[in-house]
């Protein structure tokens, strides 16, 4: 399967617990984006990163959230000690940068539900 | 920022019937994507525009720049439509995108 992946697929946890979760975008891919979707809503950005850097971050992404792509390849998303209201699915896109057919068009992963109880 | 309005929020038809969804927004934008997604989360890109008009089997997607909508038709519809359709815009100069709220389609059989 060469689409984007997301680890794991579901996740439950207690409150005030560290979460983390794992993307893996298509592998030409330079840019990756962080969602967030809560129960009867459209996504809402959280992130993005062209190769290793971040270049914006949503004022939804608080000083708890945490994202990485270190080797510009597959980025991880840290959420430190988790709230109720973190509980949502959490989408990770990706897209190529740089021109042809499919310019910018993003291609979404199955995404990491969180429940935090 | 951009303001992303779909309508319906929620639609019930019966198998065939033609199926039209509208999205509405606010500030002029690079690109407009209608995706689709299914219960248990997993999104497909069903279509990116910035102009004009898109079809690909039964579904057909146009855009009208100066009145900022787009709508998105599906014809001879099926149950295997019941989804979720998003609009979701990039505005000029930016890479994220803004999402609708959904629309949640039923097609009984």
């Known amino acids: 399967d060469t689409g984007v992946s997301q680890d794991p697929r579901h996740k439950i946890t207690k409150r005030g617990q560290n979460v983390t979760f794992r993307c893996d975008p298509i592998?030409?891919?330079?840019?990756l984006y962080w969602y967030r979707q809560t129960l009867g809503q459209g996504p809402e950005f959280l992130t993005y990163f062209q190769n290793e850097a971040q270049l914006e971050k949503s004022r939804l992404l608080s000083d708890r959230f945490s994202a990485e792509r270190p080797k510009g390849s597959f980025s991880t998303l840290e959420i430190q000690r988790t709230e109720q209201g973190d509980s949502a699915m959490y989408l990770c896109a990706s897209s190529l940068h740089g021109g042809g057919s499919s310019y910018n068009e993003q291609f979404f992963g199955p995404g990491t539900r969180l429940t935090v109880l | 920022k951009n303001e992303v309005e779909q309508s319906p929020q929620n639609l019930t038809a019966q198998e065939g019937e033609f199926i039209t969804i509208n999205c509405s927004y606010s500030?002029?934008?690079?690109?407009l994507h209608w995706l689709q997604q299914h219960p248990g989360g997993g999104i497909v890109s069903l279509f990116m525009?910035?102009?004009g008009k898109k079809k690909h089997g039964r579904l057909i997607a146009t855009i009208n720049i100066q009145e900022k909508h787009s709508s998105l038709h599906i014809t001879a519809s099926h149950p295997r439509d019941s989804a979720v359709y998003i609009c979701a815009v990039r505005n000029q100069g930016a890479q994220k995108l803004v999402f609708g709220q959904g629309t949640r389609l039923t097609i009984n059989p």
């Open positions: 525009l910035s102009s």
């Open positions: 500030v002029g934008i690079s690109a």
């Open positions: 592998s030409e891919h330079n840019r």
